[in-house]
């Protein structure tokens, strides 16, 4: 019961994010939340990864010091920044729709990149996930898919669910321990992000009391507090149940927003709804597809 209590806040607490977010960039540049985000996170993920997997860590970098900073690049660089900066323009509830379309995308690449099989049933759900997410993006006027004006905000955050999705088809590749991967491409991550923050610096006198409550609570839950209540859940009731609950991210984004003020449309119900059903044909079919989506999942930014 501990373990899916554990699940349940660690969707809840990346549901935050989106919501909290928001705030952040009113008042601060997606690098710089980035930076703070993940400079604070590294203090408490390189004793976790000690703690539980025990890495020789000159041995790992000698080896893939490269493909580690590549996915720090894409997965913590690329993704948060396109996260972030989507949030500028539109809602958090939109935002987290587009990006449960990841895990569906996940499969497809994996079939083109790494040749892994992929069935009938899988590539149909990606194409309801990928309705679901026009349905949001086109506010339901599916007829003008060609002729709409998008939300600038609605696809930077589908170009985040692309750049993540190169991030987790990479990182099937690199055999080192999840965490100690992600305390690794985080600690790179962070070096390269130094000079962009030092060459544009900011007021920290001029950010809001909500904006430093924000970074404080992306860092505090969803960096850290959902990373380990994920692999405690994982590690207890197996990765393939533990999926299951993923789908709890969007809903819990959805309620937040809802109680914060944002409108819910009935498009994005509709989209939403479409997205996690093709979500679930597409990596619930295969049980070596759901395990890759949660050992991918243990590096989750959101």
Not at 272 to 278: A, E, K, N, S, T
Not at 296 to 302: E, I, L, P, R, Y
Request: proline share 3%.
């Amino acid at each position: 019961m501990k373990a899916r209590l554990f699940l349940v806040l660690a969707n809840l607490f990346w549901a935050g994010n989106y919501i909290f977010g928001k705030y952040v960039v009113a008042d601060m540049s997606p690098v710089w939340l980035t930076f703070l985000r993940w400079c604070l996170a590294l203090l408490f993920l390189i004793p976790i990864s000690y703690r539980t997997e025990k890495p020789d860590y000159k041995a790992v970098l000698k080896t893939y010091w490269l493909s580690l900073a590549v996915l720090g690049l894409l997965g913590i660089i690329g993704y948060n920044l396109l996260l972030y900066a989507s949030l500028r323009y539109t809602s958090a509830v939109n935002a987290s729709l587009v990006n449960a379309l990841c895990p569906a995308m996940i499969v497809l690449f994996s079939l083109v990149l790494l040749k892994e099989r992929v069935t009938w049933l899988q590539i149909g759900g990606f194409f309801l996930s990928l309705i679901g997410v026009v349905f949001v993006l086109t506010k339901g006027n599916v007829a003008y898919v060609f002729q709409t004006h998008y939300n600038r905000g609605d696809l930077l955050m589908f170009a985040a669910d692309f750049v993540w999705t190169l991030y987790s088809v990479v990182g099937k590749r690199i055999d080192v321990p999840p965490i100690t991967a992600t305390t690794l491409s985080v600690a790179f991550s962070v070096v390269m992000l130094l000079p962009f923050v030092v060459a544009h610096p900011i007021r920290f006198a001029g950010v809001s009391a909500l904006a430093w409550s924000g970074i404080i609570y992306i860092w505090l839950f969803p960096s850290v507090c959902s990373f380990v209540f994920w692999n405690i859940g994982v590690k207890k009731i197996g990765a393939n149940q533990a999926g299951i609950y993923l789908n709890l991210l969007t809903l819990f984004t959805v309620i937040i927003g809802s109680l914060t003020g944002e409108k819910l449309l009935l498009s994005q119900i509709a989209g939403g709804v479409l997205i996690i059903l093709g979500v679930v044909a597409t990596t619930g079919s295969s049980k070596k597809a759901m395990r890759a989506r949660e050992s991918d999942k243990v590096a989750q930014s959101n």
